[in-house]
């Protein structure tokens, strides 16, 4: 026993040896050795996921898109990638019946599915479980879109209503969404403005979704068919059935919109589209960078899964008799299941949000004879512990290391269809809006617009050799209501000579950045130059630099403690 001792301690305290090209080789090693043993040892495939291949640890992101019948699943895909492909059907009636997997390829064509589980380099190998007739309902279509060079997509079948559509599918629905659901990196519910009702297909869609709440994004489309008063109440209609099928606490994130490249119908909310449009487009840029922290934060959820997994088949075969009385004891066993999951709770200090759904885990079990199960192998699920101990968290330094390296690069970025950035574009995101109005007009100063007000304002202050003290600005500067830190970034931004006082221009100049922000634009870090007033404008195009004045300490000391200042700062 001592030595048995002294050889696991000496496993736990062995540093990994071996030398991998990138962390995703080693986190694909850690598993093969030390988490699929455990795992088939199990059963953990029969009840739960499929094994893992070097493929899926290797693959790019990939995306699903779900949704009931002509919600625009097909025509959401086709906006984003900005052109058609392969096995594309678009109509009001029910158009997509298979599984199209959106794939990088150097020329144009699609891989049937059959075909597809052959290939060792693609991810797809477990599929082949669902059978013949969802094989012949799978396809990948290869095309060169720039969009797939960083990210995969996935399309699927209209979600129909009643039991006959349902049944007539003829392969597990469900199973391969939760398939795909295990394994993608966002999951996107798509809804039509016009069609909310949830019908029991989708409903059940829905909860094969669940354990995956955190990559669930929820987008609204053909919003612009209704007008705002109308969307208003669908808004509220949509987060009411949302609230009864999504088993949170939090309210999810809707993204509003109509994502086709199609004249809108009613553009009074234009600028919101394009703002959830773009919230969208930010969310699935994070992928190709995140990929693979995600492959490793799910490795860990899966791994604790297959240790709960272990104790919970270990139990139930400790259960069984050695001859008489199996069946009876193999039903008590499941009926009580509830209470086995609160023994190994408490033996283990396991927490309860770490074993399986307990209603399907019981229609599982009743499928095994549980004299072939296994009992508990202690070196199995120390081998896996052990790994998360010292081994995960070795490779999340290297891999946060590696992204760091990454920053900025290609290998980081969704380039190309609906992702291209326009750069000085009149079409650009922001483009003449908030700090960026008047920077298309050379020679322009935006806030000599409203000179005239904020010169009558300025003069009411009885500024002194044409300049007003920080006190007096900030005093009329609070009447704004904008947080404090809020109105010493101003401050920064307009006090250009750095005296500690304004004059007109940089009063003018402070006047209107608390008009941008009580608009709701942000400010900048730093003053850009068509917001420099034009007699401070050096030729080299910065901001002049001057020595800090005692007087600057002294506003600076107004904004953070106005009670503070008595009148002997006011006189000087």
Same mark, same amino acid.
């Given at each position: 026993?001592l030595?048995?001792?002294l050889?696991?301690?000496e496993?736990?305290? +062995?540093?990994v040896?071996?030398?991998f090209?990138?962390?995703?080789?080693a986190v694909?090693?850690?598993?093969? =050795? =030390?988490?699929?043993?455990?795992e088939e040892h199990?059963?953990?495939h029969?009840?739960?996921?499929s /094994?893992?291949? !070097?493929? !899926?640890?290797?693959?790019k992101?990939?995306?699903?898109?779900?949704?009931?019948?002509?919600?625009? =699943?097909?025509?959401?895909?086709?906006y984003?990638?900005?052109?058609?492909?392969?096995g *594309?059907?678009?109509?009001?009636?029910?158009t997509?019946d298979n599984f199209v997997?959106?794939?990088?390829g150097?020329r144009?064509g699609s891989?049937?599915?059959n075909a597809?589980? *052959?290939d060792?380099?693609?991810?797809?190998?477990?599929l082949?479980r669902f059978g013949?007739?969802?094989?012949?309902r799978?396809?990948?279509s290869?095309l060169?879109?720039?969009?797939l060079e960083a990210?995969?997509?996935?399309?699927?079948?209209?979600i129909?209503?009643? +039991?006959?559509?349902?049944s007539?599918?003829?392969?597990d629905?469900?199973?391969?969404l939760e398939w795909?659901?295990?394994?993608?990196?966002?999951?996107i519910l798509?809804?039509d403005?016009?069609?909310?009702?949830i019908?029991?297909?989708?409903?059940?869609a829905?909860?094969a979704?669940k354990? %995956?709440?955190?990559?669930?994004?929820i987008v609204? %489309?053909k919003? !612009?068919?209704?007008s705002?008063?109308?969307?208003?109440?669908v808004?509220?209609a949509?987060?009411w059935?949302?609230?009864k099928?999504?088993?949170?606490?939090?309210v999810?994130?809707?993204?509003?919109?109509s994502?086709?490249?199609?004249?809108?119908?009613n553009?009074?909310?234009r600028?919101l589209f394009?703002?959830e449009?773009q919230d969208?487009f930010?969310d699935?840029?994070?992928?190709?960078?995140e990929s693979a922290?995600?492959?490793?934060n799910?490795l860990?959820?899966r791994?604790r899964?297959?240790i709960?997994?272990a104790?919970i088949i270990?139990?139930?075969?400790?259960?069984?008799p050695?001859?008489?009385?199996?069946g =009876?004891?193999?039903?008590?066993?499941?009926?009580d299941?509830?209470?086995?999951?609160t023994?190994?709770?408490? !033996?283990?200090?396991i927490? /309860?949000?770490?074993f399986?759904?307990?209603e399907k885990?019981q229609?599982k079990?009743?499928?095994?004879?549980f004299?072939?199960?296994?009992s508990?192998?202690?070196?199995?699920?120390?081998?896996? +512990?052990?790994?998360?101990?010292?081994?995960?968290?070795?490779l999340?330094?290297?891999?946060?290391?590696?992204?760091?390296?990454?920053?900025?690069?290609?290998?980081t970025?969704i380039?190309?269809?609906a992702?291209t950035?326009?750069v000085?574009?009149?079409?650009?995101r922001?483009?003449? +809006?908030?700090?960026?109005?008047?920077?298309n007009?050379?020679g322009?100063w935006?806030?000599?617009e409203?000179?005239?007000s904020y010169d009558k304002?300025?003069?009411t202050?009885k /500024?002194? %050799?044409g300049k007003?003290?920080g006190?007096?600005a900030a005093?009329? *500067?609070?009447k704004?209501?904008?947080?404090r830190?809020?109105?010493?970034?101003i401050?920064?931004l307009?006090?250009i000579d750095?005296d500690?006082m304004?004059?007109?221009?940089?009063?003018a100049?402070? *006047?209107?950045l608390?008009?941008?922000?009580?608009?709701?634009h942000?400010?900048?870090?730093?003053?850009?130059r068509h917001l420099v007033?034009p007699?401070?404008?050096?030729?080299?195009?910065q901001v002049?630099a001057?020595?800090?004045?005692?007087?600057v300490?002294r506003?600076?000391r107004a904004?953070? %403690?106005?009670?503070?200042?008595?009148?002997?700062?006011?006189?000087?």
């Amino acid at each position: 026993m001592l030595n048995y001792l002294l050889k696991r301690k000496e496993q736990i305290e +062995e540093p990994v040896q071996q030398t991998f090209a990138t962390v995703t080789e080693a986190v694909s090693d850690i598993y093969k =050795k =030390k988490i699929l043993p455990l795992e088939e040892h199990y059963d953990f495939h029969k009840f739960h996921s499929s /094994p893992l291949c !070097d493929a !899926d640890f290797k693959a790019k992101p990939m995306v699903i898109v779900v949704g009931q019948y002509s919600t625009g =699943k097909t025509s959401f895909l086709q906006y984003l990638l900005e052109c058609d492909f392969p096995g *594309m059907r678009i109509g009001p009636e029910p158009t997509t019946d298979n599984f199209v997997v959106l794939m990088h390829g150097d020329r144009e064509g699609s891989i049937p599915g059959n075909a597809l589980i *052959m290939d060792a380099d693609r991810q797809f190998r477990t599929l082949s479980r669902f059978g013949n007739t969802f094989l012949s309902r799978l396809q990948c279509s290869l095309l060169p879109s720039p969009v797939l060079e960083a990210v995969t997509f996935v399309d699927t079948p209209g979600i129909l209503s009643g +039991e006959k559509q349902r049944s007539s599918r003829g392969y597990d629905f469900v199973g391969v969404l939760e398939w795909f659901a295990s394994r993608v990196d966002r999951i996107i519910l798509l809804f039509d403005a016009h069609k909310l009702d949830i019908s029991d297909e989708f409903r059940s869609a829905i909860g094969a979704l669940k354990g %995956n709440d955190d990559k669930i994004r929820i987008v609204l %489309n053909k919003a !612009d068919k209704i007008s705002p008063q109308q969307l208003m109440r669908v808004y509220g209609a949509l987060m009411w059935y949302l609230g009864k099928v999504l088993d949170t606490p939090e309210v999810a994130r809707v993204y509003v919109g109509s994502f086709w490249d199609k004249q809108l119908q009613n553009d009074e909310l234009r600028k919101l589209f394009e703002s959830e449009t773009q919230d969208l487009f930010d969310d699935l840029q994070k992928l190709p960078g995140e990929s693979a922290v995600r492959k490793l934060n799910e490795l860990i959820k899966r791994t604790r899964s297959a240790i709960v997994h272990a104790y919970i088949i270990s139990y139930v075969k400790k259960s069984m008799p050695s001859i008489f009385g199996k069946g =009876k004891a193999k039903q008590h066993a499941i009926k009580d299941l509830g209470s086995i999951y609160t023994s190994i709770q408490r !033996d283990h200090f396991i927490s /309860p949000g770490d074993f399986p759904d307990r209603e399907k885990m019981q229609e599982k079990l009743k499928e095994f004879d549980f004299s072939k199960f296994h009992s508990l192998n202690v070196e199995l699920i120390e081998d896996v +512990e052990m790994a998360l101990r010292s081994e995960i968290p070795v490779l999340l330094d290297k891999l946060q290391q590696e992204e760091q390296a990454k920053q900025g690069t290609t290998a980081t970025k969704i380039c190309g269809g609906a992702f291209t950035q326009d750069v000085a574009s009149p079409f650009t995101r922001g483009f003449n +809006e908030g700090i960026q109005a008047g920077s298309n007009i050379p020679g322009q100063w935006i806030v000599a617009e409203n000179i005239e007000s904020y010169d009558k304002l300025f003069k009411t202050m009885k /500024p002194v %050799n044409g300049k007003i003290t920080g006190v007096d600005a900030a005093a009329h *500067m609070r009447k704004s209501k904008l947080p404090r830190h809020t109105l010493g970034r101003i401050w920064k931004l307009s006090d250009i000579d750095d005296d500690g006082m304004l004059d007109a221009e940089e009063f003018a100049l402070a *006047m209107y950045l608390v008009d941008l922000k009580l608009k709701g634009h942000e400010l900048p870090e730093t003053l850009p130059r068509h917001l420099v007033p034009p007699t401070k404008r050096s030729t080299d195009h910065q901001v002049p630099a001057v020595k800090r004045s005692p007087d600057v300490y002294r506003v600076e000391r107004a904004f953070n %403690n106005p009670n503070k200042f008595g009148a002997s700062d006011r006189d000087d």
